[in-house]
Nanobody, 124 residues
Framework: QVQLAESGGGLVQAGGSLRLSCEASGRTFSNYAMGWFRQAPGKEREFVAAINWSGGNTYYADSVKGRFTISRDNAKNTVYLQMDSLKPEDTALYYC?????????????????WGQGTQVTVSS
């Protein structure tokens, strides 16, 4: 079992920045690919970004490319999502997810473990 706990969400004005954190516990963190997803009210959960076990490879949704950066610190069992130039359409509940794999999954069904989510609200 892997337990995931997100933090860092909040209310920010359009154009602002937030950094989300997701701390993992329970298993060897460095064995896991990590992903960030988001879900707005009335919408399906969508992929945001993912990073492989070492941090050497990343993958982003087109909607956030160039604005968001995913990174990880295996010594701290933590993955981060730096969000810059935020837009009102980025408003959602953000989840981190984990999967014991060497590839970089991008679909929700590819991930085994999920956190509870942290709310991000961007005002216009």
């Amino acid at each position: 079992q892997v337990q995931l706990a997100e933090s860092g969400g909040g209310l920010v004005q359009a154009g602002g920045s937030l950094r989300l954190s997701c701390e993992a516990s329970g298993r060897t963190f460095s064995n896991y690919a990590m992903g960030w997803f988001r879900q707005a009210p009335g919408k399906e959960r969508e992929f945001v970004a993912a990073i492989n076990w070492s941090g050497g490879n990343t993958y982003y949704a087109d909607s956030v490319k160039g604005r968001f950066t995913i990174s990880r610190d295996n010594a701290k069992n933590t993955v981060y999502l730096q969000m810059d130039s935020l837009k009102p359409e980025d408003t959602a509940l953000y989840y981190c997810a984990a999967r014991n794999t060497r590839v970089i999954p991008s679909a929700p069904y590819d991930y085994n473990y999920w956190g509870q989510g942290t709310q991000v609200t961007v005002s216009s």
